[in-house]
């Protein structure tokens, strides 16, 4: 069974599915956690030491949607091709991870990632 969900806020949402078979009706209620899309607007700052250890700030939207105990929605920080760092999450609009040490000086892409989606 596959439905497409309309345009929603954010939130817990009620659904029903019903079937209808042989003249008799079952029917399931779920609840669907609909989260906003993460957004990053900002890093701060915009640069470290190669040896790495610098608390870079994220900003943006979208960082702080757990909607009980059970939902898991974590951030992971990204720097170039290096491994996922957990993020801290400061608030709805902030996040922190310690960048790592780099081989060479170069610029890096930050990676802002949770569950399986990566948002550049």
Same mark, same amino acid.
């Not at 470290?48 to 974590?74: A, E």
């Given at each position: +069974?596959? @439905?497409? @969900?309309?345009?929603?806020? *954010? /939130?817990?949402?009620?659904? !029903?599915?019903?079937?209808?078979?042989?003249?008799?009706?079952?029917?399931? &209620? +779920?609840? +669907?956690?609909?989260?906003?899309?993460?957004?990053?607007? /900002?890093?701060?700052?915009?640069? =470290?030491?190669?040896? =790495?250890?610098?608390?870079?700030?994220?900003? =943006? *939207?979208? $960082?702080?949607?757990? $909607?009980?105990?059970?939902? #898991?929605? &974590?951030?992971? @920080?990204? $720097? =170039?091709?290096? !491994?996922?760092?957990?993020? #801290?999450?400061? *608030?709805? *609009?902030?996040?922190? @991870?310690? !960048?790592?040490?780099? +081989?060479?000086?170069? #610029?890096?892409?930050?990676?802002?990632?949770?569950?399986?989606?990566?948002?550049?």
């Amino acid at each position: +069974l596959e @439905c497409i @969900c309309p345009a929603l806020s *954010s /939130g817990q949402v009620h659904v !029903s599915v019903e079937s209808k078979e042989d003249n008799t009706a079952a029917q399931n &209620t +779920l609840i +669907l956690a609909v989260r906003e899309m993460p957004h990053v607007t /900002g890093l701060s700052p915009a640069s =470290g030491p190669i040896n =790495g250890n610098t608390l870079v700030s994220i900003s =943006g *939207s979208g $960082f702080q949607q757990n $909607f009980s105990p059970q939902d #898991d929605y &974590t951030f992971y @920080c990204r $720097f =170039g091709e290096r !491994s996922l760092i957990l993020a #801290d999450v400061k *608030s709805n *609009s902030e996040l922190a @991870c310690v !960048s790592p040490p780099s +081989l060479i000086l170069t #610029d890096v892409t930050f990676t802002l990632a949770w569950g399986n989606r990566y948002n550049s």
